[in-house]
């Protein structure tokens, strides 16, 4: 599964890049994380995240305002 980390997911690239996660963060870039990572991102969305589905091989990734 991918995610794709919008310009609008700054804190959530930080935070991704701070648990290594990913490398690097660029705007409208895809992902490719496993699928443990994905049940732990779902896992904490209530409380950092805000998922929408963009089709069923992308997710894209949003701070919550």
């Known amino acids: 599964m991918q995610?794709?980390?919008?310009?609008?997911?700054?804190?959530?690239?930080?935070?991704l890049r701070q648990r290594k996660f990913i490398d690097h963060a660029q705007d409208f870039t895809v992902y490719?994380?496993?699928?443990?990572?994905?049940?732990?991102?779902?896992?904490?969305?209530g409380?950092?995240?805000?998922?929408?589905a963009v089709n069923y091989s992308n997710v894209i990734l949003e701070t919550i305002k």
Do not use: C, H, P
């Not at 995610?3 to 935070?15: C, E, H, I, W």
């Not at 994905?38 to 896992?43: A, D, G, I, R």
């Open 3 to 15: 995610l794709v980390v919008t310009q609008r997911g700054n804190r959530v690239k930080k935070d």
């Open 47 to 52: 409380k950092n995240y805000s998922f929408a």
């Open 32 to 45: 490719t994380f496993s699928t443990k990572t994905l049940s732990m991102l779902y896992t904490e969305a």
